[in-house]
């Protein structure tokens, strides 16, 4: 006997496994190795190694342009951040890619000293 969910429970029960299979089952031992804002691109000089598997050749193909973040790449790919930050952390293990911590946020500068450098400008050029 059928049910009307089954086809719904089929979806779903797809959905689970699809990113197990992707990982190979694997879990990020360094879980804070890759935060979602870590920067990633392909290296200068890859290996020459065996095809990849598809998951894997696309986030080469999109890194080549330039660096792009952990998060960025999830939503580009569509994969959960945790299936990507695996993919990324097999990649730079193999030399594919190139990963580093994000810019540091600048730290603010007193208003005072914003004043006196724009107070030098406009004595300067008006």
Same mark, same amino acid.
């Given at each position: 006997m059928t049910n009307d969910d089954e &086809?719904?429970?089929?979806?779903?029960?797809?959905?689970?496994?699809? &990113?197990?299979?992707?990982?190979?089952?694997? =879990?990020?031992?360094? =879980?804070?190795?890759?935060?979602?804002?870590?920067?990633v691109t392909v290296a200068q000089e890859p290996p020459?190694?065996? &095809?990849? =598997?598809?998951?894997k050749q696309r986030l080469l193909e999109l890194c080549a342009g330039g660096f792009l973040s952990i998060a960025e790449i999830?939503?580009?790919?569509?994969?959960?951040?945790?299936?990507?930050?695996?993919l990324v952390s097999d990649l730079t293990e193999?030399?594919?890619?190139?990963?580093?911590?994000?810019? &540091?946020s600048a730290q603010l500068v007193e208003r005072q000293i914003l004043e006196e450098v724009l107070n030098g400008l406009q004595a300067r050029f008006g």
């Open positions: &086809p719904e429970l089929v979806h779903e029960a797809a959905e689970l496994v699809r &990113p197990y299979v992707i990982t190979n089952g694997r =879990d990020l031992v360094n =879980d804070s190795a890759f935060s979602l804002l870590t920067l020459r190694t065996t &095809p990849l =598997d598809p998951e999830a939503g580009h790919t569509g994969l959960p951040v945790g299936v990507v930050k695996i193999e030399g594919h890619l190139y990963a580093r911590a994000p810019i &540091p």
